[in-house]
């Protein structure tokens, strides 16, 4: 039985502890009309305990996420011209990702083809644990294959719309059995 007393304990810190003791977090999300998703996802990280918190969005997006996330820094990767992730932003993800713990990506990123194409490559080749989330897993439809191709573990967070899309039946089947499409979608 889970004893919330001792869960509390593990979370108290030292006191000379400090940020980069607790986890270093990537947050890849946003686009226009989508500040508030990235905002959230880089806030739920801190309060889940990670101690660094770096919100990266498409570069147009920079002024406005850097003032709704003041306890996160915030960093601009390429964009393509309607201010969305570009394909291109890859090799510099990769290389500033490469000195953080995880990275979640999804939430409000939209569905433009060049992110498309930027998640499924960061699925496939990210060597670190990924969790992804809202419209990173819309634009894995179709492309479920990259994950049996990824190179660190991944965490998926479907609601059951987006469980439906990604095993391609519908939301009353997912619901139905949601334990065992879960299931069957991680074994496939």
Same mark, same amino acid.
């Not at 179709?142 to 519908?170: F, I, N, Q, S, Y």
């Given at each position: ?5 001792? +869960?509390?304990r ?6 000379? /502890?400090h940020?980069?003791? !607790?986890? @270093?977090? $990537?947050v890849?999300?946003?686009s ?8 959230l996802?880089?806030? +739920?990280?801190?309060k ?5 918190? &770096? ?8 002024p406005?996420?850097?003032? *709704?996330? &003041?306890?996160?820094?915030t ?6 011209h309607?201010g969305?992730?570009?394909l291109g932003a $890859?090799?510099?993800?990769?290389? !500033?990702?490469?000195?953080c713990?995880?990275v979640?990506?999804?939430?409000g ?8 194409k930027?998640?499924?490559?960061l699925v @496939?080749?990210l ?6 989330d809202?419209?990173?897993? =819309? =634009?894995?439809?179709?492309? &479920?294959?990259?994950?049996k191709?990824?190179a660190?573990?991944?965490? $998926?967070?479907? *609601?059951p719309?987006?469980m439906?899309? $990604?095993a391609g039946l519908?939301?009353? /089947?997912?619901? +139905?059995? @949601?334990?065992r499409?879960?299931?069957?979608? /991680?074994?496939?």
């Amino acid at each position: 039985m889970f004893d919330v007393r001792q +869960a509390m304990r593990q979370l108290r810190r030292r006191p000379d /502890a400090h940020k980069g003791d !607790f986890g @270093r977090v $990537l947050v890849l999300a946003g686009s226009p009309g989508f500040a508030g998703a990235a905002s959230l996802c880089a806030r +739920a990280a801190l309060k889940g305990g990670a101690g660094l918190v &770096t919100l990266g969005v498409p570069a147009s997006l920079l002024p406005v996420a850097a003032g *709704h996330v &003041t306890a996160c820094m915030t960093h601009a990767f390429p964009e393509v011209h309607c201010g969305a992730f570009a394909l291109g932003a $890859l090799p510099h993800i990769l290389r !500033f990702a490469s000195s953080c713990d995880a990275v979640a990506l999804g939430p409000g990123i939209g569905r433009h083809l060049s992110t498309h194409k930027l998640t499924c490559a960061l699925v @496939r080749s990210l060597a670190k644990p990924l969790v992804v989330d809202a419209d990173g897993l =819309n =634009n894995l439809v179709g492309h &479920t294959g990259a994950l049996k191709d990824a190179a660190a573990p991944r965490v $998926l967070t479907p *609601h059951p719309d987006e469980m439906a899309r $990604l095993a391609g039946l519908t939301v009353e /089947a997912v619901q +139905a059995e @949601r334990r065992r499409v879960a299931q069957r979608f /991680a074994r496939e």
